[in-house]
């Protein structure tokens, strides 16, 4: 398998801390709401796909239920395995290859932790994969940009300092992936990192065809971690909710 950008960075610690060093109450908050919506029963059997440090996997496993994290970064799985206990479980892994089958009540995958390969093949082996894990009528919830909303409200350059470690971020798309590079400037390096992101411009219509090849059907799709009504212009998220049926 090609080299790619996101193994590298996903394991760098200035990845998390640009990203996931915060308050943690918009992730709670939306754990609180999904639950409320799905209504699981104690102990359902949940997997985390693309976990990180599992501060998502964390939380869903606190509300009683039985879950399982998975991520390619070793560093993240090695933070997360701190957290592990008899409902809480962690493995490195790559989404794009099968993981166990028929298993899980729930599959999730969130902020946008998906479209970063290098073809078309290999997102649908990462659906293949979520898809087979979960035994009939299961459950996926997959929370991605809203491409529209993504290029209409595209801040091209911004600069955050976070603990003394300043991101400068340059943002920009084409016709088929949106780009973001950041240049990480800190006193301890020689000279600064440069990390670029691709993500690929999936809209509602790609992933209703890729989830129907692999038996999930888009059931309801809110447009903000409130569930709120999606509109294709408007909508800062696509938060689909799908059903693993027989077509």
């Known amino acids: 398998m090609q080299q790619t950008w996101f193994k590298d960075w996903f394991n760098s610690p200035y990845y998390h801390q640009l990203y996931f060093n915060r308050d943690d109450r918009e992730a709670a908050l939306f754990i609180d709401k999904l639950i409320g919506y799905l209504r699981p029963v104690p102990g359902?059997?949940?997997?985390?796909?693309?976990?990180?440090?599992?501060?998502?996997?964390?939380?869903?496993?606190?509300?009683?239920?039985?879950?399982?994290?998975?991520?390619?970064?070793?560093?993240?799985?090695?933070?997360?395995?701190?957290?592990?206990?008899?409902?809480?479980?962690?493995?490195?892994?790559?989404?794009?290859?099968?993981?166990?089958?028929?298993?899980?009540?729930?599959a999730f995958n969130f902020f946008t932790s998906f479209g970063y390969f290098n073809s078309r093949r290999e997102h649908d082996n990462a659906i293949r994969t979520i898809a087979q894990s979960l035994k009939k009528e299961g459950t996926f919830v997959m929370?991605?940009?809203?491409?529209?909303?993504?290029?209409?409200?595209?801040?091209?350059?911004?600069?955050?300092?976070?603990?003394?470690?300043?991101?400068?971020?340059?943002?920009?798309?084409?016709?088929?992936?949106?780009?973001?590079?950041?240049?990480?400037?800190?006193?301890?390096?020689?000279?600064p990192i440069v990390h670029i992101e691709k993500v690929a411009k999936f809209s509602l219509g790609d992933f209703t065809e890729m989830f129907a090849y692999h038996k999930l059907q888009i059931q309801e799709v809110f447009g903000d971690y409130d569930f709120g009504h999606y509109d294709v212009k408007k909508s800062q998220r696509m938060v689909m909710i799908a059903k693993k049926v027989n077509l």
Request: hydrophobic share 40%; proline share 1%.
């Open 143 to 191: 929370d991605f940009l809203n491409v529209h909303y993504a290029e209409d409200h595209l801040v091209h350059q911004s600069e955050k300092e976070i603990d003394g470690v300043n991101f400068v971020i340059t943002k920009w798309f084409d016709e088929t992936h949106f780009y973001k590079k950041i240049v990480v400037e800190d006193e301890t390096l020689r000279e």
């Open 44 to 106: 359902s059997l949940m997997l985390d796909v693309a976990c990180g440090k599992g501060r998502h996997s964390i939380q869903l496993a606190q509300k009683g239920f039985d879950v399982t994290g998975i991520d390619l970064s070793e560093d993240s799985i090695k933070d997360a395995l701190l957290s592990r206990s008899d409902a809480l479980h962690f493995y490195i892994h790559d989404m794009r290859l099968p993981f166990w089958i028929n298993y899980f009540d729930y």
